[in-house]
């Protein structure tokens, strides 16, 4: 499979709509804002990088009512030239308030915060793209020489903070310069379908929660934690709210997001149930270990295929409506 055929199926199945501020990140219920500041960022090892053109995007605390810990992970980059932001949280006057992280041509304001491996507080340190190829900083980052050619070395300066929050009592005291706000109002996207999915991932492990034994259970992986099953999956990600200021407009293009929505519910159900009944088959066949890992990819493949075409239903569907037009198409692809 090529770099380029990865990169547009991880950017298809991504986010399609970011808030610059929120209380819930990647598909968790949205719930009201903390009072209670994160934990300290957890120290670890990064994992080796597992392939050229990944980008280490670091573990962060998360909150659905409880803070959870993302781990941190390597990401096929969405697009040649792009850099991750990671998010962050930040005190917004009477609560927590957590940024998300994006994908642009620059890295810009993540709060100051000392992520480790390159993400030191301000900017990237941990390579650059030339030539369409990403130079790894080995200084900063575990890459095997051997497999990835493309490196270099160059000492940093850590200052090893374990400060998890902008802003507010303790927390980091940094403001974005002028050219990280370039950077949140150039162009970018948000996170993509493996990171969506990985963070899901963690919200469903109790092992993940700060409460749980004092530290997570799994701080980094080599790569992103994707569902394998439909029932895996994150919730169906709505499109933002339509505002025309036409009322009735407004209401055609909700029932329209209302369809695609129930229908790519039904799907997800379908595929659901056509892989719970392949399950029960290896059961009566008492199919051995490689048999069923077999099975298994196969049916990872077809989520994933199934979440692209539904992203990619669901962008179709913005551009529709924010070009005036209307027409709405059920289904998804497969």
Known sequence: MH??????????????????????????????????????????????????????????????????????????????????TPGYWGWGGDGFMFNEGYWGMSVGFYGGIDYGFGYFGNGYEGGRWERGHFFYNTAVNHVDGNAIRNVYNTRVNERANRVSYNGGNGGINA????????????????????????????????QQRSAANGAPRVTATARPNTAVHPKDLPPVQRAASSKTGNANLDQKYQKQQDKVVAKQNQDRQKLQQKQDNEHRQ??????????????????????????QGHTQQMQQMQQRQSSGGGGSRGGGRR
């Open 175 to 206: 403001r974005a310069t002028a050219q990280e706000e370039a950077a949140a109002h150039g162009a970018h996207t948000g996170p993509v379908s493996a990171q969506t999915q990985h963070a899901w991932s963690a919200h469903n492990d109790p």
């Open 3 to 84: 770099i380029r055929f990865i990169r547009s199926l991880l950017l298809a199945g991504g986010i399609l709509f970011l808030s610059a501020a929120c209380f819930a990140q990647a598909g968790a219920p949205a719930v009201s804002a903390p009072t209670v500041a994160p934990p300290e960022l957890p120290a670890y090892e990064q994992p080796v990088c597992p392939g050229d053109g990944y980008i280490w995007t670091p573990g962060y605390w998360a909150w659905d009512g409880a803070y959870y810990w993302v781990p941190g992970t390597w990401v096929m980059a969405p697009e040649t030239g792009y850099l991750w």
């Open 282 to 307: 290896l059961t009566k066949q008492n199919a051995n270990p490689a048999r069923t890992q077999q099975v298994e990819q196969r049916h990872q493949q077809q989520t994933q295929q199934m979440q």
